[in-house]
DNA sequence: ATCAAGTATCTTGACATCGAGATATATGTG
DNA sequence: CACATATATCTCGATGTCAAGATACTTGAT
């Protein structure tokens, strides 16, 4: 079956004759499936009252295990985001009751954020839904097809979550 | 080589033993690097004072062919992004002169975004320099490789393409 | 002890995006 | 031909994100 992907490298072979557009048969599939992603998780999260940054956040907290609790600037390489970016969901979140802020004891510049039980449930609840989609959209490989696929891009992601990048 | 989506899953497996998140080592990397690489192009972009969404639109008229024109609409399906969205962004590059607003000579409602000069040298300058950053981000890879890659990814990409979603 | 450099977080202002609705035109049915 | 529905684009208000810089504390070298 052919994607939009293969049209637009088609394209480039017509147009650019003298270019190799190689790269883009992988790397323009990823940027265009995260985007595709995106759409879907933020349908699958509104039946959770949830938008996916909420998501992000609450549930890098529940997977540190108990007592829930990250620094910002560990949120930071879990989302990828930029510090006045957490700064901000922090806040809202905070208003919104699911995390609190308290002092870090061992580093008075520092702060820790803390899920909120009600926060940790929907964290939750919401992580199920998500899952459940997206084995829909993974339906159309075979368990071998996935871990090749996590494995090629392990290879990719490993460079920039190792080297400060 | 570990990456951060191993030590998510490993959190997981730790926090909800009851949950299946193998979905997440395809998925969850998927997002992570298409963030990575927004990240990287920006960064490689700035030589040629270009933004990403602009380099998008403009490669999208390159592409076309004389005489390098598309509708909004079209436009759209390439970029992923809202009828408002892509509004805003003609009007921009109008004002910067790389583009400019014809009417479509078929229909009233419609208009037609053409590529000036100037946005068809910007365009092809600033696709040498992507695809150079690209090659070495994909230099881990084989070229087989990153042809199973591609495949794989064709298979998820496919039906958001295909099916209207 | 002192001070420079490093680190953690927050503040601010500019800007791009989205969703919902508005407007204008096109198309199909009877 | 009239009308309901579909389509193409634009408008507008709300919101999330980023980059750069400010602030406060920590660390290491002398």
Redesign the interface.
Known sequence: ??????R?VA??R???PD?????????S????????????RRLAFAEHHLEPWEFDVLTAL????TPYQLSPGQLL??T?VTSGTMTNRIDRLAKKGLVERLPDPSDRRGVLVRLTDTGRDRA?QS??GL?AQ??A??G??SRA??????G???????????IP?
């Open positions: 079956m052919e994607d939009e992907v293969d637009l394209a480039w017509r147009e650019r270019l190799d557009v190689e790269p883009l048969e992988v790397l599939r990823v940027s265009r499936l995260a985007r595709h992603l995106d759409r879907a529940r997977r540190a295990g390489t879990q990828l939750d992580l199920a899952l997206e084995r959209i993974l159309e490989l097809q996935r871990a090749e696929l996590a090629l891009l392990r290879q990719l992601t490993a460079p920039f979550d190792n990048g």
